[in-house]
Each structure stands twice: as structure tokens, then as C-alpha cells.
């Protein structure tokens, strides 16, 4: 557009043919081109509008414009200059909107996080979920397992799937922090717990569970948490509304205790359920879900709705 680019160009104009090239151009508008010219007259300076500038084309600045073009101001020589910085442009643009869509993809919630104490089966259902095979390694886990894959479920299905990624968190107490560093990413939570092995740890179980309900990020994004009581096909595991109860029961008296120590001491953590009210799951900011389960005999049906309800296929 005028004003935006200058064209420069030598050799002598004579005043009839400035005159016819300028009435080409709008009258009263700012000059498209500005010629470099050794020779011109009056009689084209008095051409209204347009600029004329008198430089010799023997001097280095002369040959200089001569052979350049300005683009966004800078002055580009013509020729193999030019193209070569026009595709540094587009390298350098390119390589920013990669930047910027790798950044959108580290930032987007995509992730879910099995969580849960040692033993409870996390790292046989990620195997599960992944292969349609178990884990049977004895030894607790010490590195989260990290990947990001189609449900094995849904290998069979036509049309594009989106990978689901996956992070089975390590049990151990130790090891729980871990935690933190992964709820950025975090769309659901699936929470295991042992059926079989209930009782001797229900403690731990809601201590665990309270932690995670009560952890900010967690009420502030509302990241949705399902319950999955494992081990079901055994006959003498507990009932899924029997673990409920428990955990409810459990969770309430933690909250008397923690609601007695000063918000000075804990700073992580938000005040779980209704004041003066017995805690229910339902008394969550988040949605709080609780299921059964069996990774052994690939009961997992509605562990992979929940997936597919937080990552839309």
C-alpha cells in the first residue's frame, strides 16, 4: 500500500515522462514510490504529492537504494538477499507458533492420575488399561509410570481416538508429593482402594483421600475423583456402600481434627464438607464418585466411562 513500501530506481527522468508516471497516482495521497534520480527539473518537483530526491548513482548510497527494498523499515537488498531473509521471516515465524502450540498442549488438563496406598492394584490397572494385561510385579513402585495411549478397549473402535495420559503415581508415603508436581495437568483422579484389605487401613486410606480432597488445586479446578473399590471378584472384600460409610466416617473426624489447627499452620488445604454437618462425598466441590471394581478379571468398565467423560474422544 502507499507509504508502505519505496521502490528505488535510477537513471535520468525527463519532466514529461515524471509527470505522465504521476498521474497514474492519486492525487492528494501519500507517494507509492520515491525515485533516486541524478537528473530532474522543477517543472516534476512541482508534481503535488510526489517526492523526488536528488543523489548521485556513482556514490555508495546511491547504488545502495538503487538495489534495496524496505520491508517493516528495514532496508533488504534485492536478489538472493531478499529471498533469504523473507524465509528467515517464515523459519522464525513458524518455529513461534510451534513454541506456542507446544506451550497450549503442556498447559491443557489431559491427564489422569491413579492414585492410592501401596498394593491397591494402580500399576496393574495402567497395564490394564494400556495392554489388557496385569502387573504382577511384588516389589512397591517407585517411579511413577508415565504414557500417553489409546484404551486398549477401544483398539477395536473405528475413527480417530484420543490418547489418554496416564500417570500411575507411586503408594508409598514417601512418595505422595509427587502428587503436586502432576495436578497441573490433572482432568480426573482415579482413587484405588484395596476391598480386600480394608479395614487395617481404612485410616490411612481417608488420611490419603482427605489430602487429596482438601488440596487447593483440586477444589479450585474441581478435578473430578472416582473411587474404585479393587479387588471385587474376591468374596470376602467389602461392599462398595460399606467402604463409603467407613471412609465418610473417617473423613469427618480428620476434618474436626484439622479444623482445630490454626490456618496458619496449614496453608494447602481447604476446609472439606458443610459446618455442623456430618461429611458426605456430596458435600464436595468437586465431584466425588465411588465404584466396583476388579483389575484381576477386567471388571473396569466404568473406570474407562469416567476416563472418556474427562478426555473426550
Known amino acids: 500500500g502507499p507509504g508502505l513500501l519505496e521502490v528505488y530506481a535510477g537513471g535520468s527522468l525527463s519532466p514529461s515522462f515524471s509527470h505522465s508516471l504521476y498521474i497514474h497516482l492519486h492525487e492528494g495521497e501519500k507517494p507509492a514510490f520515491c525515485f533516486i534520480c541524478p537528473h530532474y527539473t522543477k517543472q516534476a518537483e512541482r508534481v503535488r504529492g510526489v517526492k523526488f530526491v536528488h543523489s548521485s548513482l556513482s556514490t555508495r548510497e546511491g547504488r545502495s537504494k538503487m538495489e534495496s527494498v524496505k520491508l517493516f523499515g528495514i532496508a533488504i537488498p534485492f536478489g538472493i538477499e531478499l529471498y533469504t531473509a523473507l524465509a528467515i521471516v517464515l523459519v522464525s515465524l513458524l518455529l513461534l507458533l510451534t513454541a506456542l502450540l507446544a506451550t497450549v498442549r503442556r498447559k491443557r488438563a489431559d491427564t489422569i492420575l491413579l492414585i492410592g496406598l501401596s498394593g491397591s492394584g494402580k500399576t496393574a490397572l495402567f497395564y490394564r488399561l494400556r495392554d489388557?494385561?496385569?502387573?504382577?510385579?511384588?516389589?512397591?513402585?517407585?517411579?511413577?509410570?508415565?504414557?500417553?495411549?489409546?484404551?486398549?478397549?477401544?483398539?477395536?473402535?473405528?475413527?480417530?481416538?484420543?490418547?489418554?495420559?496416564?500417570?500411575?503415581?507411586?503408594?508409598?508415603?514417601?512418595?505422595?508429593?509427587?502428587?503436586?508436581?502432576?495436578?497441573?495437568?490433572?482432568?480426573?483422579?482415579?482413587?484405588?482402594?484395596?476391598?480386600?484389605?480394608?479395614?487395617?487401613?481404612?485410616?490411612?486410606?481417608?488420611?490419603?483421600?482427605?489430602?487429596?480432597?482438601?488440596?487447593?488445586?483440586?477444589?479450585?479446578?474441581?478435578?473430578?475423583?472416582?473411587?474404585?473399590?479393587?479387588?471385587?471378584?474376591?468374596?470376602?472384600?467389602?461392599?462398595?456402600?460399606?467402604?463409603?460409610?467407613?471412609?465418610?466416617?473417617?473423613?469427618?473426624?480428620?476434618?474436626?481434627?484439622?479444623?482445630?489447627i490454626s490456618a496458619a499452620d496449614v496453608t494447602s488445604e481447604v476446609k472439606l464438607g458443610i459446618e455442623g454437618e456430618a461429611f458426605k462425598f456430596m458435600h464436595c466441590v468437586n465431584k466425588v464418585t465411588i465404584t466396583e471394581v476388579s483389575v484381576l478379571t477386567a471388571r473396569i468398565a466404568d473406570i474407562e466411562q469416567f476416563i472418556r467423560e474427562q478426555v473426550h474422544p
Open 132 to 260: 489388557d494385561s496385569t502387573h504382577q510385579g511384588t516389589v512397591t513402585s517407585m517411579e511413577p509410570n508415565d504414557d500417553c495411549f489409546v484404551l486398549h478397549s477401544e483398539l477395536s473402535k473405528k475413527g480417530k481416538l484420543r490418547p489418554v495420559h496416564m500417570i500411575d503415581i507411586p503408594g508409598h508415603p514417601s512418595l505422595r508429593p509427587k502428587l503436586n508436581d502432576y495436578l497441573p495437568q490433572a482432568c480426573g483422579i482415579v482413587f484405588l482402594v484395596d476391598a480386600l484389605d480394608f479395614m487395617p487401613n481404612v485410616r490411612a486410606i481417608a488420611e490419603y483421600l482427605y489430602d487429596v480432597l482438601s488440596t487447593v488445586q483440586v477444589v479450585k479446578k474441581k478435578i473430578p475423583v472416582l473411587i474404585a473399590c479393587n479387588k471385587m471378584d474376591k468374596v470376602t472384600a467389602h461392599s462398595m456402600d460399606f467402604i463409603r460409610k467407613q471412609l465418610e466416617k473417617e473423613i469427618d473426624k480428620l476434618r474436626a481434627t484439622r479444623n482445630a
